[in-house]
Nanobody, 124 residues
């Protein structure tokens, strides 16, 4: 079983930065592809960023490319999301997720384990 706990959310102003963390309680963390997703009120959950098990490969949603950076520390079993130049449209609950296997381009259904989410609110 993989347990994921997000932290670091909060209320910020447009243009500010936040860094989210996701602590994983599993010895398999270093072998898992990981991702960040978000869900705004009244909208479907959407992909934000993905990172390979080694951290050597990442990709992002177009809406956050150039502003957000996903990273991981396998020694600490922790996933991160550095968010810069935040916009009001970034307001959402942010979830980290662990993939069930190794995928070239994982789909949302390939992520088998999810955290409880952390709220990010960006005021204009």
């Amino acid at each position: 079983q993989v347990q994921l706990v997000e932290s670091g959310g909060g209320l910020v102003q447009a243009g500010d930065s936040l860094k989210l963390s996701c602590a994983a309680s599993t010895p398999t963390f270093s072998r898992r592809q990981m991702g960040w997703f978000r869900q705004a009120t009244g909208k479907e959950r959407e992909f934000v960023a993905h990172i390979s098990w080694s951290g050597g490969s990442t990709f992002y949603a177009d809406s956050v490319k150039g502003r957000f950076t996903i990273s991981r520390d396998n020694a600490k079993n922790t996933l991160y999301l550095q968010m810069n130049s935040l916009k009001p449209e970034d307001t959402a609950i942010y979830y980290c997720a662990a993939a069930s296997g190794i995928y070239a381009v994982p789909r949302i259904e390939d992520y088998a384990y999810w955290g409880q989410g952390t709220q990010v609110t960006v005021s204009s």
